[in-house]
């Protein structure tokens, strides 16, 4: 079963960037579509990006020219980078796997299986 981990969170100045990564254990990450989906506080879950087994990329609107996905398949790993961040995305942001084909990829979370803990990102001056 496909176990990730992200990292990469902390806090930063608005303005500012960071670098999220979301590393698979056991399983090759090729095999799955990867979703980067984030929460805060009394709100709902929010998709952010996902990027297909191909290579295909989805961005929310929120975060569209901001954020940028990508995955490395031979280190197992997928990334978001988030320039230009803005207190309105702090939060706890979360990766997860979509065993699809090809350029298959949503920003619907319910579709995604295999969550990992998440990694709190705080955008504050």
């Known amino acids: 079963q496909l176990q990730l981990v992200e990292s990469g969170g902390g806090l930063v100045q608005p303005g500012g960037s960071l670098r999220l990564s979301c590393e698979a254990s056991?399983?090759?990450?090729?095999?799955?579509?990867i979703g980067w989906f984030r929460q805060a506080p009394g709100k709902e879950r929010e998709g952010v990006s996902c990027?297909?087994?191909?290579?295909?990329?989805i961005h929310g609107e929120s975060v569209k020219g901001r954020f940028t996905i990508s995955r490395d398949n031979a280190k197992n790993t997928v990334y978001l980078q988030m320039n230009s961040l803005k207190p309105e995305d702090t939060a706890v942001y979360y990766c997860?796997?979509?065993?699809?084909?090809?350029?298959?990829?949503?920003?619907?979370?319910?579709?995604?299986?295999?969550w990992g803990q998440g990694t709190q990102v705080t955008v504050s001056s």
């Open positions: 997860a796997g979509l065993a699809t084909y090809g350029s298959g990829c949503s920003l619907n979370s319910v579709l995604f299986g295999s």
């Open positions: 990027i297909s087994r191909d290579g295909n990329r």
């Open positions: 056991d399983i090759t990450l090729d095999r799955y579509a």
